[in-house]
Protein backbone atom coordinates (compact mmCIF):
# COMPACT_ATOMS: atom_id res chain seq x y z
CA UNK A 1 0.00 0.00 0.00
CA UNK A 2 1.07 3.54 -0.55
CA UNK A 3 1.71 6.45 2.13
CA UNK A 4 1.31 9.96 1.95
CA UNK A 5 3.68 12.07 4.77
CA UNK A 6 3.34 15.40 6.01
CA UNK A 7 4.28 17.51 8.70
CA UNK A 8 2.13 17.45 11.64
CA UNK A 9 2.19 21.45 12.33
CA UNK A 10 3.16 24.68 10.69
CA UNK A 11 2.47 27.81 11.88
CA UNK A 12 3.13 31.20 10.29
CA UNK A 13 2.65 34.61 10.75
CA UNK A 14 -0.41 36.83 8.89
CA UNK A 15 1.27 37.64 5.54
CA UNK A 16 3.61 35.09 5.51
CA UNK A 17 4.76 32.62 3.34
CA UNK A 18 2.92 28.78 4.44
CA UNK A 19 4.66 25.75 2.93
CA UNK A 20 3.26 22.14 3.66
CA UNK A 21 4.90 19.03 1.90
CA UNK A 22 3.50 15.69 1.24
CA UNK A 23 5.81 13.06 0.26
CA UNK A 24 5.64 9.62 -1.40
CA UNK A 25 6.62 7.07 -4.02
CA UNK A 26 3.40 6.92 -5.54
CA UNK A 27 4.00 11.27 -5.96
CA UNK A 28 6.19 9.97 -8.62
CA UNK A 29 4.05 9.02 -11.10
CA UNK A 30 0.33 10.36 -9.74
CA UNK A 31 -0.87 14.07 -9.20
CA UNK A 32 -2.14 14.99 -5.92
CA UNK A 33 -4.92 16.80 -4.54
CA UNK A 34 -4.94 18.87 -1.52
CA UNK A 35 -7.36 19.79 0.39
CA UNK A 36 -8.55 22.12 3.58
CA UNK A 37 -10.68 21.58 6.20
CA UNK A 38 -11.95 23.73 9.23
CA UNK A 39 -13.69 22.16 12.56
CA UNK A 40 -16.65 21.10 11.79
CA UNK A 41 -16.53 21.40 8.46
CA UNK A 42 -16.47 19.12 5.00
CA UNK A 43 -12.91 19.03 2.92
CA UNK A 44 -12.74 21.84 0.22
CA UNK A 45 -10.54 20.94 -3.02
CA UNK A 46 -7.70 23.79 -2.80
CA UNK A 47 -5.33 21.90 -5.83
CA UNK A 48 -5.81 19.31 -8.41
CA UNK A 49 -3.35 18.07 -10.75
CA UNK A 50 -0.81 19.35 -8.91
CA UNK A 51 -0.72 22.85 -8.97
CA UNK A 52 -4.06 23.49 -10.69
CA UNK A 53 -6.56 25.64 -8.37
CA UNK A 54 -10.44 25.30 -9.17
CA UNK A 55 -12.53 28.46 -9.56
CA UNK A 56 -13.43 30.12 -6.35
CA UNK A 57 -10.10 28.85 -4.48
CA UNK A 58 -7.89 32.41 -3.61
CA UNK A 59 -4.75 32.82 -6.19
CA UNK A 60 -2.90 32.72 -2.65
CA UNK A 61 -3.19 29.11 -2.85
CA UNK A 62 -0.50 27.16 -5.33
CA UNK A 63 0.42 24.25 -6.03
CA UNK A 64 4.00 22.52 -7.03
CA UNK A 65 5.46 19.17 -7.69
CA UNK A 66 9.10 17.85 -7.44
CA UNK A 67 10.08 13.99 -7.38
CA UNK A 68 8.32 12.30 -4.89
CA UNK A 69 7.05 15.96 -3.03
CA UNK A 70 4.78 17.98 -3.81
CA UNK A 71 4.06 21.37 -2.07
CA UNK A 72 0.85 23.65 -0.77
CA UNK A 73 2.09 27.02 -0.57
CA UNK A 74 0.12 29.53 0.97
CA UNK A 75 1.11 33.33 -0.49
CA UNK A 76 0.49 35.59 2.89
CA UNK A 77 -1.37 33.58 5.04
CA UNK A 78 -4.36 35.26 6.35
CA UNK A 79 -6.18 34.01 9.40
CA UNK A 80 -8.79 32.28 7.74
CA UNK A 81 -6.57 29.76 6.18
CA UNK A 82 -6.07 28.30 9.49
CA UNK A 83 -7.46 24.72 8.56
CA UNK A 84 -6.35 21.17 8.41
CA UNK A 85 -4.21 20.58 5.19
CA UNK A 86 -4.59 16.86 3.22
CA UNK A 87 -2.72 15.56 0.97
CA UNK A 88 -4.05 12.73 -1.52
CA UNK A 89 -3.35 11.08 -4.24
CA UNK A 90 -4.26 7.46 -6.16
CA UNK A 91 -2.78 4.76 -7.64
CA UNK A 92 -3.53 1.13 -8.58
CA UNK A 93 -6.88 2.47 -8.01
CA UNK A 94 -7.12 3.03 -4.80
CA UNK A 95 -6.91 6.58 -2.66
CA UNK A 96 -4.57 7.77 0.03
CA UNK A 97 -4.49 10.83 2.10
CA UNK A 98 -1.79 12.57 3.87
CA UNK A 99 -2.15 12.64 7.45
CA UNK A 100 -3.05 16.23 7.51
CA UNK A 101 -1.06 19.24 8.64
CA UNK A 102 -2.09 21.82 11.23
CA UNK A 103 -1.78 25.14 9.90
CA UNK A 104 -1.94 27.64 12.38
CA UNK A 105 -1.78 31.46 11.32
CA UNK A 106 -1.01 33.75 14.25
CA UNK B 1 -25.20 22.53 -8.43
CA UNK B 2 -23.40 19.78 -7.22
CA UNK B 3 -24.61 17.76 -4.47
CA UNK B 4 -23.83 15.06 -2.18
CA UNK B 5 -26.03 13.82 0.72
CA UNK B 6 -24.94 11.45 2.34
CA UNK B 7 -27.44 9.39 5.16
CA UNK B 8 -27.66 5.96 7.17
CA UNK B 9 -25.61 6.53 10.05
CA UNK B 10 -26.44 5.98 13.86
CA UNK B 11 -25.48 4.10 16.70
CA UNK B 12 -24.85 0.61 16.25
CA UNK B 13 -23.54 -2.41 18.69
CA UNK B 14 -19.77 -3.88 17.55
CA UNK B 15 -20.57 -6.85 15.10
CA UNK B 16 -24.32 -5.15 13.66
CA UNK B 17 -24.51 -3.44 10.24
CA UNK B 18 -25.35 -0.35 8.85
CA UNK B 19 -26.31 0.69 5.13
CA UNK B 20 -25.03 4.21 4.28
CA UNK B 21 -26.73 6.21 1.05
CA UNK B 22 -25.30 8.86 -0.85
CA UNK B 23 -27.85 10.64 -2.96
CA UNK B 24 -26.02 12.62 -5.52
CA UNK B 25 -27.69 15.34 -7.54
CA UNK B 26 -26.68 18.33 -10.16
CA UNK B 27 -23.97 16.16 -12.12
CA UNK B 28 -24.38 13.40 -14.53
CA UNK B 29 -23.83 10.58 -11.71
CA UNK B 30 -23.22 7.37 -13.93
CA UNK B 31 -19.87 9.16 -15.64
CA UNK B 32 -18.23 9.23 -12.43
CA UNK B 33 -16.22 7.08 -10.11
CA UNK B 34 -17.61 7.02 -6.44
CA UNK B 35 -15.77 7.39 -3.50
CA UNK B 36 -16.01 6.74 0.07
CA UNK B 37 -13.75 8.48 3.01
CA UNK B 38 -14.03 8.54 6.72
CA UNK B 39 -12.72 10.68 9.24
CA UNK B 40 -12.67 9.34 12.82
CA UNK B 41 -13.21 11.45 15.72
CA UNK B 42 -10.02 13.76 16.11
CA UNK B 43 -8.43 11.65 13.40
CA UNK B 44 -7.64 12.76 9.53
CA UNK B 45 -9.10 11.46 6.11
CA UNK B 46 -8.88 7.91 5.12
CA UNK B 47 -10.25 6.79 2.04
CA UNK B 48 -12.41 3.55 2.25
CA UNK B 49 -13.63 1.91 -0.89
CA UNK B 50 -14.35 3.01 -4.57
CA UNK B 51 -16.33 2.45 -7.30
CA UNK B 52 -16.27 2.39 -11.39
CA UNK B 53 -19.17 3.97 -13.27
CA UNK B 54 -20.81 0.98 -14.22
CA UNK B 55 -20.19 -1.04 -10.80
CA UNK B 56 -17.67 -3.55 -12.61
CA UNK B 57 -14.99 -2.50 -10.44
CA UNK B 58 -14.77 -1.99 -7.18
CA UNK B 59 -11.82 -1.60 -4.29
CA UNK B 60 -11.27 -1.45 -0.70
CA UNK B 61 -8.88 0.37 2.08
CA UNK B 62 -7.65 -3.17 3.47
CA UNK B 63 -9.27 -2.37 7.02
CA UNK B 64 -12.73 -3.12 5.54
CA UNK B 65 -12.15 -5.44 3.41
CA UNK B 66 -14.17 -8.46 2.94
CA UNK B 67 -16.40 -6.52 5.79
CA UNK B 68 -17.82 -3.33 3.78
CA UNK B 69 -19.80 -3.51 0.26
CA UNK B 70 -19.88 -0.71 -2.13
CA UNK B 71 -22.84 -0.28 -4.76
CA UNK B 72 -24.30 2.33 -6.80
CA UNK B 73 -27.45 2.37 -8.53
CA UNK B 74 -27.33 5.05 -11.74
CA UNK B 75 -31.37 4.76 -12.37
CA UNK B 76 -31.45 6.57 -8.95
CA UNK B 77 -27.90 8.56 -9.00
CA UNK B 78 -27.32 6.64 -5.41
CA UNK B 79 -24.03 5.54 -3.61
CA UNK B 80 -24.40 2.86 -1.02
CA UNK B 81 -21.94 1.49 1.90
CA UNK B 82 -22.72 -1.73 3.55
CA UNK B 83 -21.00 -2.13 6.62
CA UNK B 84 -20.97 -5.31 8.19
CA UNK B 85 -19.10 -6.60 11.61
CA UNK B 86 -18.57 -3.36 12.76
CA UNK B 87 -15.95 -2.42 15.04
CA UNK B 88 -15.33 0.39 17.47
CA UNK B 89 -12.62 1.64 15.23
CA UNK B 90 -15.25 1.88 12.19
CA UNK B 91 -16.71 4.84 14.14
CA UNK B 92 -16.41 8.05 12.11
CA UNK B 93 -18.08 10.48 10.06
CA UNK B 94 -18.28 9.02 6.16
CA UNK B 95 -18.39 11.13 3.26
CA UNK B 96 -19.01 10.21 -0.10
CA UNK B 97 -17.80 11.89 -2.89
CA UNK B 98 -16.92 11.84 -6.79
CA UNK B 99 -13.48 10.49 -8.18
CA UNK B 100 -11.11 11.56 -9.21
CA UNK B 101 -12.83 15.22 -8.32
CA UNK B 102 -13.58 15.18 -4.89
CA UNK B 103 -15.10 18.53 -4.99
CA UNK B 104 -17.39 19.31 -3.55
CA UNK B 105 -18.03 16.91 -0.18
CA UNK B 106 -20.90 16.21 1.35
CA UNK B 107 -22.14 16.79 4.98
CA UNK B 108 -21.19 13.21 6.12
CA UNK B 109 -23.10 11.20 8.23
CA UNK B 110 -21.92 9.59 11.84
CA UNK B 111 -21.23 6.48 12.18
CA UNK B 112 -20.97 5.52 15.97
CA UNK B 113 -19.95 2.01 16.67
CA UNK B 114 -20.43 1.28 20.38
CA UNK B 115 -22.18 -0.87 23.11
Known amino acids: SYELTQPSSVSVSPGQTARITCSGD??????ARWFQQKPGQAPVLVIY???ERPSGIPERFSGSSSGTTVTLTISGAQVEDEADYYC?????????FGGGTKLTVL | EVQLVESGGGLVQPGGSLRLSCAAS????????MSWVRQAPGKGLEWVAN????????YYVDSVKGRFTISRDNAKNSLYLQMNSLRAEDTAVYYC????????WGQGTLVTVSS
Open chain 1, 88 to 96: YSAADNKGV
Open chain 1, 49 to 51: KDS
Open chain 2, 26 to 33: GFTFSSYW
Open chain 1, 26 to 31: VLAKKY
Open chain 2, 97 to 104: ASSPTFDP
Open chain 2, 51 to 58: IKQDGSEK
